[in-house]
């Protein structure tokens, strides 16, 4: 059973304009979100988390947005630029329960067309 | 600073072999975590070190599968008997680990498994 579900495989964008990213989770013990973004042959990096006693964190281009009660999050990437393309990884940790292992979704594929 | 390292960078063996796949992580993190990451799927934990200790490995996924930190540094996984659904690409994170906090993990590059 997936706990950390990104449902869209793929997301194609133009340059200049918002991507939005979303993911669901199921486990009500996590407490950390992250978002990492892998290029092939690399390995993920770090974009951006939120910790769950807030419902937003922005830096930069990028903002993250956590509803607690729908168990949901969103990346948002405004402008997008093409070296935005890239598999987008949401995780999350349940480090409360004295966890740090990091649950990951599937990933999406984003396109962002010139 | 340098970030974490992992070498090889790819690996090749046929099916029974033993192989070790090695991390540095970066400089000053005590905290260090392998995972595995499948053909279209996200990264899958395998285990978590505190200094030199395993402080978590429930996810290995079998005893062929071990992994050691004897100086709190560099870490070695190691896989026995591999066969080939141990295909995958082997992450390894660092992270401060300092108590009680929720800590970004930074990733190395990863090491291409394939099992022949």
């Known amino acids: 059973d997936q706990q950390v579900k990104q449902n869209s495989p793929s997301l194609s964008v133009q340059e200049g304009r918002i991507s939005i990213l979303n993911c669901d989770y199921t486990?009500?013990?996590?407490?950390?979100f992250l978002w990492y973004k892998k290029y092939p042959a690399e390995g993920p990096t770090f974009l951006i988390s939120?910790?769950?006693?807030?419902d937003k964190n922005e830096d930069g281009r990028f903002t993250v947005f956590l509803n607690k009660s729908a168990k949901h999050l969103s990346l948002h990437i405004v402008p997008s630029q093409p070296g935005d393309s890239a598999v987008y990884f949401c995780?999350?940790?349940?480090?409360?329960?004295?966890?740090?292992?990091?649950?990951f979704g599937k990933g999406t594929k984003l396109s962002v067309i010139p | 600073g340098a970030g974490v390292s992992q070498t090889p960078s790819n690996k090749v063996t046929e099916k029974g072999k033993y192989v070790e796949l090695r991390c540095d992580p970066i400089?000053?993190?005590?905290?260090l975590y392998w995972y595995r990451q499948s053909l279209g799927q996200g990264p899958e934990f395998l285990i978590y070190?505190?200094?030199?200790?395993?402080?978590?490995d429930s996810g290995l996924p079998n005893d062929r599968f071990f992994a050691v930190r004897p100086e709190g540094s560099v870490s070695t996984l190691k896989i026995q008997r591999t066969e080939r659904g141990d295909s995958a690409v082997y992450l390894c994170?660092?992270?401060?680990?300092?108590?009680?906090?929720?800590?970004?993990?930074?990733f190395g590059p990863g090491t291409r498994l394939l099992v022949l």
């Open positions: 994170a660092s992270s401060r680990g300092l108590a009680g906090e929720q800590e970004t993990q930074y």
């Open positions: 486990n009500s013990m996590f407490d950390y």
């Open positions: 939120i910790s769950s006693i807030k």
């Open positions: 995780a999350a940790s349940a480090g409360g329960a004295g966890s740090y292992q990091l649950t």
């Open positions: 400089s000053g993190h005590t905290a």
């Open positions: 070190f505190q200094g030199t200790g395993a402080a978590d």
